[in-house]
């Protein structure tokens, strides 16, 4: 998906939220906002890229102002130790469903609550099961995902959010011990916003239901560009039967991989007025689209 005039103002907002949270001194703030505001993109109304293209070079720019590469890394922990704490209790609310697949899917794609880009810092079990009782996923759509789990032998699985892979971790699961699928997870290389690293999904315990390989991307892009990734992941993701595809990120730059059509099930939450438009949605519901 090419930049919308919607991403625009999402993008900038972002950037101050996280400016806010590094910088102490105004100034700072100031000097930063005028170098992300100097980009071809705000200038120029260069429209043929993808959101997580500008949004790495709006990180590049952060971490050359403070010399620091993960500088959200404590508050990732914290949102995988939130997610964590639910684990137990939504693994049990699972299993016990009358429909666990589609279960274990409304928590994998709502797992992207818990998000410190959102603004959330900590959300209580019961507001989760309140906001989830609410939900209904698209029956077509589950069938459709379920009909290609069930012919591939290996599922490839492109992360998101950190938090959000807690539950990926009960979907890997379900899809181990119910589809009997072999599972490799895919996190960066390279830190960015509050996505999920190596270090990332081994602490969530990832690494107990499937392989988990890095991307190989060494900038820091919140997506997936084939062209950038290394030949081994490229290979790995062209020889998948199924790409299971996290993360609005991942939709805005992977839709634009037509070699990959047919094999690619996103699953995302509607968060803004493109992905509502794009996949016929109303604002925050969760799309499955088996591209």
Request: glycine fraction near 6%; hydrophobic fraction near 40%.
């Amino acid at each position: 998906m090419k930049a919308w005039p919607d991403c625009i103002p999402c993008i900038l907002k972002m950037s101050v939220d996280i400016a806010r949270n590094i910088f102490k001194d105004e100034e700072d703030i100031r000097v930063f906002f005028e170098r992300v505001m100097s980009l071809r993109y705000f200038k120029e109304n260069k429209w043929n890229i993808t959101p997580p293209e500008i949004i790495k070079d709006i990180w590049q720019i952060m971490e050359h102002s403070t010399g620091i590469k993960d500088f959200l890394a404590e508050k990732k922990r914290i949102q995988n130790d939130i997610a964590m704490d639910m684990y137990p209790s939504a693994k049990s609310i699972i299993k016990d469903s009358n429909d666990p697949f589609a279960e274990a899917l409304k928590w994998s794609i709502s797992g992207n609550f818990i998000d410190i880009m959102a603004g959330i810092n900590e959300i209580a079990i019961d507001d989760v099961l309140a906001r989830l009782n609410g939900i209904k996923l698209n029956v077509i759509s589950i069938e459709g995902l379920k009909k290609r789990i069930g012919k591939a032998r290996r599922i490839v699985y492109l992360c998101d959010n950190c938090g959000e892979i807690v539950f990926d971790r009960l979907l890997g699961e379900l899809l181990k011990e119910y589809f009997q699928k072999e599972i490799v997870f895919v996190v960066r290389t390279t830190p960015v916003l509050n996505d999920a690293t190596m270090d990332d999904a081994i602490y969530v315990g990832l690494n107990t239901v499937g392989d988990i390989i890095e991307n190989d991307i060494d900038i820091p892009l919140p997506g997936m560009i084939l062209n950038m990734t290394s030949n081994n992941v490229r290979r790995l993701l062209n020889e998948s039967d199924l790409i299971i595809s996290k993360g609005g990120g991942n939709f805005d730059t992977l839709s634009e991989e037509g070699s990959l059509r047919g094999k690619l099930s996103f699953l995302l939450q509607a968060k803004c007025q493109p992905y509502v438009s794009i996949h016929g949605v109303k604002k925050g519901d969760l799309i499955i689209n088996n591209f």
